[in-house]
């Protein structure tokens, strides 16, 4: 066992057999995910056919909630395979997941060996959370692969040599940059903070200000033209919804998307988050370590804690709270757990990454398939039924599912609240319209509603007259 983890090309086929089974082998395979996949996947695929890469539109509305790099990744992967799909879709996400696990296996490596390093790699990709989160088409993903990796570019400039601190500089405000372009403030907030604390504890205030100025213009080369050409071409639209609503008020309080969570919501999510690797880092706590901060082992791990707190404490202060919002903690973790896993078995370890690389790659789609069989299938069939015969679709008290904008193919579906009675009665008349209810409000419609096809949660009704 010992002689097989010397060999580095072992480890990199372990490695690239777990990410191919968890990521890739069974990526198209399952549907779309309500609600964040089929409205952002829908969003790329209007960008796509539309030609415009500008300005977002969802269910035909002006969208400036997020900014674009998302959208951008999946137009070109549509663009490359010729295809818009399930697969296509979450491709680029699951390639970008590639950068931070070279970036953390490179590093992990130079600051002790490869063994290290491919508990560090493992580990990440074996993580509950972040098993079931990086293999999804949304833009929490995005971000985590860019802010862990610039966070990671940062570690470096602590291990290299001189000549080459400021490469690892400028690739960090690069990544910080586009991880703005992947949603916006927390893109930067999440580097900065950890560099800030870092150089505080470090005391390394010359190195950090020697390639601040260069490290700034890259990032606001990258971070900053769509912002201006936004302003400039929807402006108080585009500032008041995008800067006040979705980031500024998001972060004092939750009402913007009622996501009022308590401050240790975050803890409660890395117990399970964690998985399987938290009760060994639970263990752990009970013997606590002594740093010292001259030696570069314990200053990668003193580095690393400190971009967990970095993360924690910023999205616990959050007033919306979700618990995608937490998954660029994982990357730092797995040090964590790669350091409590270096001195034992190995066999147990690589038992544990082996029924965790099955269940990641098997077990994973066939729970999303379970979530579906709870409305999402209805909604899908609905919206086939709908491309096929070239209907129009509308809703009665159903919410946005974005499941029929998808399937359906079309740009624009009435999603209706139910507090206009006589708009009801109208689109009961309506001809080539699907419109769907929740089979719980079918009681409360008119007494002579027909329904077309009951699924398992909604329907198809509509006047016998029509």
Same mark, same amino acid.
């Given at each position: 066992m010992k002689k097989f983890f010397n060999k580095r090309d072992n480890l990199f086929l372990i490695?690239?057999?777990?990410?191919?089974?968890?990521?890739?082998?069974?990526?198209?395979?399952?549907?779309?995910l309500e609600p964040d996949e089929t409205r952002y996947v829908t969003m790329a695929r209007d960008m796509f056919t539309s030609g415009n890469y500008l300005t977002l539109y969802l269910n035909g509305e002006y969208f400036f909630e997020k900014p674009p790099l998302f959208f951008w990744l999946e137009s070109l992967s549509f663009w490359f395979f010729k295809d818009i799909s399930e697969f296509t879709a979450r491709f680029p996400v699951v390639i970008l997941s590639l950068l931070?696990?070279?970036?953390?296996?490179?590093?992990?490596?130079?600051?002790? $060996?490869?063994?290290?390093?491919?508990?560090n790699s493992a580990i990440l990709l074996t993580t509950l959370e &972040? !098993?079931?989160?990086?293999?999804i088409a949304m833009l929490d993903s995005v971000l985590t692969s860019l802010v862990s990796s610039s966070v990671l570019c940062y570690f470096f400039t602590f291990f290299v040599s001189e000549e080459n601190k400021k490469y690892f500089w400028y690739s960090c405000y690069i990544l910080?940059?586009?991880? !703005?372009?992947?949603?916006?403030?927390?893109?930067? %907030?999440i580097p900065a903070g950890t560099i800030l604390t870092g150089t505080i504890i470090f005391r390394t205030y010359k190195e950090t200000l020697k390639n601040m100025p260069a490290g700034i213009v890259l990032?606001?080369?990258?971070?900053?033209?769509?912002?201006?050409?936004?302003?400039?071409?929807?402006?108080?639209?585009?500032?008041?919804?995008?800067?006040?609503?979705?980031?500024?008020?998001?972060?004092?309080?939750?009402? %913007?998307?009622?996501r009022n969570?308590? !401050? &240790?919501?975050?803890?409660?999510?890395?117990l399970w988050g964690l998985f399987p690797w938290i009760f060994s880092l639970l263990s752990s706590l009970r013997k606590p370590r002594k740093f010292n901060l001259e030696n570069g082992y314990d200053k990668f791990l003193v580095l $690393?804690?400190?971009?967990?707190?970095?993360?924690?404490?910023?999205?616990?202060?959050?007033?919306?709270?979700?618990?995608?919002?937490?998954?660029?903690?994982?990357?730092?973790?797995? !040090?964590?757990?790669?350091?409590?896993? &270096?001195?034992?078995?190995m066999k147990k370890f690589m038992v544990i990454v082996a029924v965790m690389t099955i269940l990641g790659g098997f077990a994973s789609p066939f729970g999303y398939k379970l979530d579906y069989s709870f409305g999402q299938n209805d909604l899908m069939q609905f919206a086939k039924m709908a491309k096929d015969n070239n209907y129009t679709i509308s809703t009665y008290k159903t919410?946005?599912?974005?499941?029929?904008?998808?399937?359906?193919?079309?740009? $624009?579906?009435?999603f209706h609240t139910g507090e206009n009675p006589e708009w009801l009665r109208n689109e009961l008349y309506r001809k080539n319209n699907y419109l769907i209810v929740r089979n719980k409000e079918i009681k409360d419609l008119p007494v002579n509603t027909e329904i077309v096809k009951q699924g398992v949660k909604y329907s198809i009704i509509k006047s016998p007259e029509v």
């Open positions: 490695l690239f057999i777990s990410f191919a089974i968890i990521y890739v082998m069974l990526l198209g395979a399952y549907p779309l931070p696990l070279g970036l953390l296996f490179s590093l992990s490596e130079k600051v002790k $060996n490869q063994k290290f390093a491919f508990l &972040y !098993v079931l989160i990086t293999k910080m940059g586009l991880a !703005v372009l992947a949603k916006g403030i927390p893109g930067a %907030v990032f606001l080369i990258i971070a900053l033209p769509w912002h201006i050409i936004m302003l400039l071409k929807h402006g108080s639209l585009f500032f008041n919804e995008y800067i006040i609503k979705h980031h500024l008020m998001r972060f004092l309080g939750a009402e %913007v998307i009622h969570e308590p !401050v &240790y919501f975050y803890f409660v999510t890395l $690393n804690i400190t971009a967990i707190l970095v993360i924690l404490v910023f999205f616990s202060c959050s007033g919306a709270k979700l618990i995608t919002y937490i998954l660029p903690v994982y990357p730092f973790f797995a !040090v964590l757990i790669g350091h409590i896993w &270096y001195e034992r078995s919410g946005k599912k974005y499941s029929l904008l998808y399937y359906s193919g079309l740009k $624009n579906v009435e």
